[in-house]
């Protein structure tokens, strides 16, 4: 058979290094600093890159190479890089690529720490960002300046829950000679497939449903071969690599991502259609609800909702907090993606240093809760919700 032929689960599962000598079924770990040379000729070629080989694992790794090579296929990508985190992925991704001087377009609604480095850290750098009402893309191209040179957005958008057609992002991006960046964190590579729409780079934080059980910290970005190998440059000498032992984990992991992101999907479609039938609930946000802004554009592109709901509890700030203390079952933690159903309420918790203005900006009510569906029995999660809710 083809191996571009195989299905999705078949590519996560069937994905691996080749087996050593002892013939081992399960890829092993390859926890190892560095890696020896046969004689100077060896070495001298090994690092002037005339042979493609592991020279020292900040660079790459076997395990890393592996788990890197999934996610490629998952995502229809060329190459990729794998970092320590999430976070060291997005910023060595916009480090790689922009000079001072250079401007990004991003949709407003995008992480914390991301929203930090576009507003503390990159003006440093003479690096500005303007930002677009991920509810009004008809805007984007006002913001377009001479010196974009990138366009980035989430979908769907932490803790929000709103989504953006990736269609129209690849198009602008195409017309306007831009570097198409999308998160792909809520989706993951199983729903959504940006590379597909335009996008130039997918990013991911494999902390969350890649890995799937709240244990290891990881990020990833593929895409076009070409900004890979300035992003590999970056890393390489900056040293943000993940370890091959986290990579091992993560890899591991994706075996398992398709059916674990069925089940996610499908409890969360369940405590979404309860949620929107709760008295003391004012709205509820998922993608594959028929009530979503945006649900005809969540069927484009998403095979299936994901397993974040945002829902606005009636009562606003105060009522937030009392419904976190009345939790009992489900988790409170800053994590998603877990196995276990986490629930937060940003207002009061991840967003509470922004002002009212500022996180209505980014669709965060008072009474906005974000809910990560895990894979528990679902009847438990209602229950917990509902008593927690009453």
């Not at 039938?277 to 993608?287: D, E, F, R, T």
Request: hydrophobic share 40%; proline share 4%; glycine share 6%.
């Amino acid at each position: 058979m083809n191996e571009e032929e195989f299905g999705f689960e078949t590519q996560a599962i069937r994905t691996q290094l080749e087996r050593t000598q002892f013939q081992e079924h399960s890829v092993p770990l390859y926890l190892s600093s560095s890696f020896v040379f046969d004689d100077a000729e060896d070495m001298r070629a090994s690092f002037t890159e005339e042979k493609e080989r592991n020279i020292y694992s900040r660079f790459s790794n076997p395990n890393t190479t592996e788990f890197v090579e999934k996610i490629c296929k998952m995502e229809g990508a060329k190459a990729g890089y794998a970092f320590a985190t999430g976070m060291a992925a997005v910023y060595s991704t916009f480090a790689a690529l922009l000079n001072a001087g250079d401007h990004i377009v991003s949709a407003s609604s995008v992480f914390g720490s991301t929203h930090a480095l576009f507003m503390t850290y990159f003006p440093k750098w003479n690096i500005q960002t303007s930002y677009f009402d991920i509810n009004k893309p008809e805007t984007i191209e006002r913001f377009i300046k001479p010196n974009t040179k990138i366009l980035y957005a989430e979908s769907p958008t932490n803790p929000a829950v709103d989504i953006i057609d990736l269609e129209l992002l690849g198009t602008i991006a195409k017309k306007h000679s831009l570097i198409l960046i999308i998160d792909n964190c809520f989706a993951t590579p199983y729903i959504q497939q940006p590379i597909k729409w335009g996008a130039d780079l997918v990013i991911h934080s494999a902390t969350k449903l890649i890995d799937g059980q709240g244990r290891v910290l990881g990020g990833v970005t593929v895409g076009n071969e070409d900004l890979i190998r300035q992003i590999y440059l970056f890393a390489r000498n900056t040293g943000p690599a993940l370890s091959p032992f986290n990579a091992w984990v993560l890899s591991k992991s994706l075996e398992t991502l398709a059916v674990r992101v069925e089940k996610h999907c499908e409890n969360a479609l369940i405590v979404a259609e309860f949620l929107e039938k709760n008295p003391n609930v004012n709205s509820v946000k998922y993608p594959f609800l028929k009530s979503h802004p945006k649900y005809e554009i969540a069927k484009k592109q998403m095979l299936l909702g994901g397993n974040i709901i945002a829902f606005e509890i009636k009562g606003g700030l105060e009522a937030g907090r009392a419904f976190l203390d009345k939790i009992k079952l489900c988790s409170l933690s800053a994590n998603i993606g877990d196995t276990r159903t986490i629930v937060t309420h940003p207002a009061s918790t991840t967003h509470s240093k922004l002002s009212v203005d500022e996180r209505l900006a980014v669709s965060i009510t008072d009474g906005l809760v974000r809910v990560s569906v895990g894979l528990e029995t679902v009847k438990d999660v209602i229950a917990d919700l509902e008593q927690a809710l009453s």
